[in-house]
């Protein structure tokens, strides 16, 4: 027996906001969707949730995430820490990346996939960054992850800092972790680099080939700061986007995380090939990074979806923070409206992971669902409902979240745990990786 799912008002895929409307869903399948009263005669059989004070949205897709990332938050950073270089070379690789062991990764993987799902997240591309914990790393996530519920695209940063070996080891984690999860109906894989300052020419062709031979499609991390177009002149002589187009990198579907530091030719020639875009607004600013072109690169028609970077997992938050920061950044309120955050926040984020059924409530789609009650001090309505949500709700405005049509939050609470438990746990891997910091 199927589902309805009854609301005050349904953000359709079209764009459209519909009163009084819900949908029926069947299994991992949105049925139907249609007015209240016709889906009841429809489908008399069917369980009924009534949300008549609450909104039916798609569920958010966080386009770049970093599950680990959880165990560094308040860790102590040395003071003599000034630039990006330093804060790589003497602190974030030695401190965290190369202390991550399986035990690590797996509790915090469940932590924050339960965060994410609290905020309304029902799918998510992460990158692990451990390079003392492969092979075997990938699989952990995706055990943890699977038994939970949630949709995830996982993958290992793979760079030559450590060694050529060790990269060429990540490089093939990605590779087996593809084919093994490749027809798995939450889980799967892509190819994974880091930047153009940790990978050779050489490396990445390798990850390229890795893509070719997979179709599975490759990420990065491009231009964060000023640090990696520098030293990209210093090194090449060109920019990162034009190394990459010399090396016939965007022949594969790319997904692009930050951009930050991006000329208006780099974006051109990402426009050219369609290469995919992750905004982080809160983490850009977090790193001293600085504001990417996400207005332009949006005019232009790249996708550009939305992520937390691992940093602030609230994904109200980052909504707002998309909405806020470009306009004080150019002085223009009108740019970034919310229902341009908003579509980043859902569809632009599917389509970006190359998700294309998810992220819009329409017939066929994945029940991949969330409502979301608002309690504010104004009315609430079709004209201002975007706003409200992405300026007004959080976390604990989402009431039920639906992955592939399976409850993992129900009337305010996550089915499977809570998550004081989960940060308990969460804190005594992070008081074994603090250990002998200082």
């Given amino acids: 027996m199927g589902k309805l799912i009854l609301g005050k008002f349904l953000l359709a895929a079209n764009g459209s906001v519909l009163e009084n409307t819900g949908l029926a869903i069947e299994r991992d399948i949105i049925k139907e969707v249609n007015g209240n009263e016709i889906l009841l005669q429809n489908y008399p059989d069917y369980e009924v949730l009534d949300c008549h004070d609450q909104i039916i949205s798609p569920g958010f ?87 939970i519920g949630i949709k995830a695209i996982l993958s290992f940063e793979a760079s030559e800092r450590v060694s050529s070996e060790n990269g060429l080891l990540a490089i093939e984690e990605n590779r ?61 002589g060109k920019l990162p986007v034009d190394l990459y187009d010399e090396l016939g990198f965007f022949e594969e579907p790319v997904l692009a995380a930050q951009g930050v530091k991006l000329t208006e030719e780099e974006m051109n ?15 850009n600013c977090e790193v001293g990074g600085g504001f990417a072109p996400v207005p332009a ?38 740019i970034m409206p919310a229902e341009t955050v908003f579509k980043m926040a859902t569809s632009y984020g599917a389509s970006a992971m190359r998700m294309e059924k998810a992220g819009k409530l329409e017939k066929g789609s994945p029940a991949d ?34 992955v592939n049509g399976r409850q993992l939050k129900a009337n305010g609470s996550l089915v499977d745990t809570n998550m004081k438990d989960e940060y308990k746990a969460v804190k005594v891997q992070a008081e074994r990786l603090w250990e002998n910091n200082k």
């Avoid at 970077?309 to 998309?322: H, L, P, Q, S, T």
């Avoid at 001090?377 to 039920?400: A, D, M, S």
């Fill in 61 to 147: 897709i966080n386009a770049h995430m970093h599950l680990y990332g959880v165990i560094s938050h308040g860790i102590y950073v040395p003071g003599e820490i000034e630039d990006f270089k330093s804060f790589l070379e003497d602190f974030w690789w030695p401190k965290v990346e190369d202390r991550l062991d399986h035990k690590m990764i797996a509790v915090t993987a469940r932590a924050m996939a339960y965060e994410l799902i609290n905020s309304g997240v029902t799918a998510f591309c992460d990158i692990l960054e451990a390079p003392m914990a492969i092979p075997g790393a990938l699989e952990i996530e995706a055990e943890v992850l699977n038994e």
């Fill in 176 to 236: 087996n972790f593809y084919n093994k999860y490749k027809d798995h109906p939450l889980i799967s894989g892509m190819i994974c680099l880091h930047t153009t300052f940790t990978c050779s020419k050489g490396f990445i062709r390798k990850a390229m080939d890795a893509s070719k031979e997979t179709g599975a499609g490759i990420q990065m991390h491009l231009s964060e700061s000023k640090y990696e177009p520098e030293l990209c002149l210093e090194n090449y």
């Fill in 297 to 334: 690169m949006l005019e232009k028609g790249l996708k550009v979806g939305l992520g937390t970077d691992g940093y602030i997992n609230n994904f109200f938050e980052v909504m707002r923070g998309a909405f806020l920061l470009h306009k004080a950044n150019l002085e223009n309120p009108e």
């Fill in 369 to 402: 669902i969330i409502t979301i009650k608002p309690e504010l001090p104004t009315p609430l309505n079709r004209e201002n409902i975007f706003t409200q949500l992405v300026l007004y709700c959080n976390p604990n405005n989402v009431k039920n979240v639906f």
């Fill in 269 to 283: 020639t990402l426009v050219k090939y369609g290469v995919n875009m992750a905004h982080l607004p809160l983490s």
